[in-house]
């Protein structure tokens, strides 16, 4: 499959993600990115950065919206996931005990 889509959580995030596969029950996708908008612009972080993420299984019942984001989206997706700019995950901050 490997579409980029724009996911709409229950949380209320929304995540741009490439799709792997789905079925009634759970989607699968990988490489998702949080959207942060702001005044008049949009900002992008890895999601969940603390964890290392190879895919991302989501019950179908936590998507409120699966939709196709503007190419523009798309564009700036495929740079940060994949261009030589790419996001990079912060390193991890050691716990206190």
């Not at 499959?1 to 079925?23: A, K, P, Q, Y």
């Not at 490489?31 to 942060?36: N, Y």
């Not at 702001?38 to 972080?45: A, H, T």
Request: hydrophobic share 40%; proline share 6%.
């Amino acid at each position: 499959m490997n579409e980029i889509r724009l996911f709409r959580l229950t949380s209320g995030e929304e995540i741009l993600v490439t799709l792997l596969t789905e079925n009634e029950h759970r989607t699968i996708v990988k490489d998702p990115v949080l959207l942060i908008p702001n005044k008049n612009q949009i900002g992008f972080m890895p999601y969940l950065s603390y964890c290392k993420i190879e895919t991302l299984e989501i019950k179908e019942d936590h998507i409120m919206f699966n939709l196709i984001p503007t190419d523009d989206l798309k564009k700036q997706y495929e740079a940060m996931v994949h261009g030589p700019d790419k996001i990079k995950t912060p390193e991890i901050l050691k716990i206190l005990t």
